[in-house]
């Protein structure tokens, strides 16, 4: 093999694989991931480079013939590598902006995804409490918590009268601010759409308990220079007095123990150890009752 030969006719394979690759159609030169198609072929030109570099060294220990040229450094086939990667993006300007929408677009089906499959989870009788709180701080962490707000109001607007997902979107409109993501100002906005949309609900239907229940709560939530209080434990005795009216559910006893509280806080303690007395007669074995009239 000649030495004078030898390097030349590796440099033309170089710019063949090069023009070879850049001369692919986009949908040819780049894979499902973008960039990825581009990374392995300057890893395959990398790897001709570096073998070109260990036979150059074997080489090198043979005697030159006299019309031998000094071969190109290895800098310089490193700054044909990067020459020839950046006439690729030159002539594929829109390549890389496509692979980035495409991303962005799939980031965006996958979270319509989950947008709609939490949206079917909270509707879902079967989904208590603890599993809608669950279902929440996911939205949340991933930075979802306002979209899915906004696809409730959507479809709230589209069933009006489905007065249980009024009450769900009343929920959500207080998840903002137990998440700590609002507070203040911000906090009241919140709080006043969710009390609205409880009050819309109530509007046709007054005896819908989960509707009187989470108003009541988030009343009660508010700070005491508001003067909300009065009206949350308003709402408790309506319902505690809609519940006596039917058949006891183990739901109800929420009623007794946050009323009690509620008592406790304005200063009726005998109000308070009343109402907790006749809720431990329906639920003897409740702890918090227990607890609270200081019978453990």
């Known amino acids: 093999m000649k030495l004078d030969s ?5 440099l033309v394979a170089i710019l063949c694989s090069l023009a070879v690759y850049v001369a692919l159609p986009a949908s040819e ?3 499902s991931s973008g960039d990825g198609a581009l990374a392995s072929a300057i890893a395959d030109l990398r790897e001709e480079v570096a073998s070109l570099r260990r036979e150059n060294e074997s080489l090198r220990s043979e005697p030159a013939p006299a019309s031998y040229q000094a071969p190109a450094r290895a800098e310089d086939l490193d700054d044909l590598v990067a020459r020839e990667v950046a006439r690729y993006f030159a002539e594929n300007s829109g390549l890389a902006a496509a692979t980035e929408e495409e991303s962005a677009a799939a980031a965006a089906l996958t979270d ?12 879902d009788p079967a989904t208590d409490w603890d599993a809608g709180e669950a279902i929440w701080k996911d939205l949340y962490e991933a930075g979802l918590m306002e979209d899915a707000i906004a696809l409730l109001e959507a479809e709230v607007e589209r069933n009006p009268g489905d007065m249980d997902l009024r009450v769900e979107l009343g929920n959500a409109y207080l998840k903002p601010i137990l998440f700590g993501e609002a507070a203040g100002m911000d906090a009241g906005v919140w709080a006043t759409k969710a009390d609205a949309a409880y009050d819309a609900v109530l509007a046709i239907d007054d005896h819908h308990w989960e509707a009187r229940f989470s108003k009541a709560v988030s009343l009660s939530f508010w700070p005491p220079i508001m003067g909300k209080q009065p009206a949350a434990i308003s709402n408790f005795e309506v319902l505690l007095a809609q519940q006596s009216e039917g058949p006891s559910q183990p739901h109800h006893i929420e009623t007794y123990v946050l009323l009690g509280n509620l008592y406790q806080q304005s200063n009726q303690p005998e109000k308070a150890t009343a109402l907790w007395q006749q809720g431990l007669a329906q639920f003897p ?3 918090r009752l227990i607890e609270s009239l200081g019978l453990q």
Do not use: C, G, I
């Open 29 to 31: 030169a780049t894979d």
């Open 6 to 10: 030898l390097l030349p006719a590796a």
């Open 285 to 287: 074995n409740d702890p």
């Open 112 to 123: 319509e995804q989950l947008l709609e499959e939490s949206l079917r989870a909270l509707m």
